[in-house]
């Protein structure tokens, strides 16, 4: 990913992009990792008088982000969208039927596909996809390998499909996770971050980032 003066990069998904930010000011950034990314980038580049969005919603299914795309992606006219979608997807089925199931998934392509070709279609931006994540801690969450694992790989795929950053976010964090204890990155349910998985979000982020 390169910057270019003027940049205007939308952070988008669910809860872990959201940071409690303030949405009735289009300009919050919340309090999670696109904060530490703006304030990053604008202190080692204020000649490039970059513009950030945080358009993530605590919640969201990849259905509720596609369902507010043009509203809150296409008519803010990125150069960068960076996208982290999809542990809602497996969260919210956990116990009910189409937990695993291979239509759920091909669903799931299906609609994310969708939503890059528009950004090819009308933005020609650069896109930055970043894996969905789970931490084993508590326990119960290694079965939701079976769900998540699949459509961490359908990421990967349209990564490379749409030549997009790879942000690998689950092997770093698990990663870490298995130095540091699974509770320093994500507190007591594996998936929201704290102060510190915040800063691994933003720093694996920023470790993509190359000045034009």
């Not at 530490?36 to 950030?52: D, G, M, V």
């Not at 326990?139 to 790879?166: G, Y």
Request: glycine share 8%; proline share 5%; net charge neutral.
């Amino acid at each position: 990913m390169k910057l270019n003066k003027k940049d205007r990069i939308l952070f988008i998904g669910d809860s872990v992009t959201d940071g409690d930010r303030d949405r009735t000011t289009g300009a919050d950034l919340g309090q999670s990792y696109p904060l530490i990314i703006a304030k990053n980038l604008t202190k080692h580049y204020p000649e490039l008088e970059l513009t950030f969005f945080n358009r993530g919603i605590g919640g969201d299914k990849l259905s509720d982000m596609a369902a507010r795309w043009r509203e809150d992606c296409l008519v803010l006219k990125p150069t960068i969208v960076s996208i982290l979608i999809g542990i809602n997807d497996t969260w919210h089925t956990v116990g009910q039927e189409q937990f695993g199931r291979i239509e759920e998934l091909q669903r799931f392509e299906q609609q994310y596909r969708l939503l890059l070709e528009s950004l090819q279609r009308e933005l020609k931006c650069q896109i930055i996809l970043m894996e969905p994540f789970v931490l084993p801690y508590p326990k119960d969450r290694e079965a939701w390998r079976h769900d998540l694992n699949p459509r961490i790989e359908v990421v990967r795929k349209l990564a490379n499909e749409f030549q997009a950053d790879l942000i690998p976010l689950d092997g770093i964090l698990n990663t870490i996770g298995i130095k540091k204890t699974y509770a320093y990155l994500t507190g007591e349910d594996g998936v929201h971050p704290t102060p510190a998985g915040h800063r691994t979000i933003a720093n694996a982020w920023l470790k993509a980032v190359e000045k034009d």
